[in-house]
Structures are given as C-alpha cells and as structure tokens.
C-alpha cells in the first residue's frame, strides 16, 4: 500500500521557519522525482520544489527561491522541505508529490502552513 504521510506543518509568525517532511512507504522511494506542492485558499495547486532521484538536483519556484530548500534521505524514503523567512502569503495546505520516469504519480494527503502574527 502506498502512503505519502506529511508532518511538520503548524502556525508561525512572520519571519519563523518550518520543516515539513514526507515519509513515503509502499513504493521504490529512490527512483521517484520527490516535490512539494502548495494550495491556497482559493488558488490552484502550485509547484514549490523539486528533488531528483539522488538529490543532486533541485529546482524551485520564484517565489521560494533563497528561502526554502528540499532535499531527501533515500535510507529513510523521505523528503524534507526547510521553509526560513516565511510570508503571509506562503499560507497553505502543502504536498508532497512523487513521481516516476514511467509517469507512476502519488499525492499526499497534506499539512497545513499558517504564517500569521
């Protein structure tokens, strides 16, 4: 059975940081491209970042860029989003997102970010 199971989310202030994290099981977690995905209220599910199979690639929104890094633990089939300087706007309902060259797709079932004061 595959699970994709987020944790870390919660509510910051303005400026605080996070971690998210996806432990995936059910699946070869290594030869899956690994991402996190976010939805606001109201708005359509965005790309936040990417991870390669063997982490030595990554990409990022522009909006993330400088401010959030992604990167995997393949002996512990996880996934980590560190989330610094966080906004307002980066509110959301965040995912994680595998994917496989053979086009094999998994979604989370999502955590909540709330950046307030």
């Known amino acids: 059975q595959v699970q994709l199971v987020e944790s870390g989310g919660g509510l910051v202030q303005p400026g605080g940081s996070l971690r998210l994290s996806c432990q995936a099981s059910?699946?070869?977690?290594?030869?899956?491209?690994m991402s996190w995905y976010r939805q606001a209220p109201g708005k359509e599910r965005e790309l936040v970042a990417a991870?390669?199979?063997?982490?030595?690639?990554?990409n990022y929104a522009d909006s993330v860029k400088g401010r959030f890094t992604i990167s995997r633990d393949n002996t512990k089939n996880t996934v980590y989003l560190q989330m610094n300087s966080l906004k307002p706007e980066d509110t959301a309902v965040y995912y994680c997102?595998?994917?496989?060259?053979?086009?094999?797709?998994?979604w989370g079932q999502g955590t909540q970010v709330t950046v307030s004061s």
């Open positions: 059910g699946f070869t977690f290594s030869n899956y491209v």
């Open positions: 997102y595998a994917q496989s060259v053979l086009l094999y797709t998994y």
């Open positions: 991870v390669s199979t063997a982490g030595g690639s990554t």
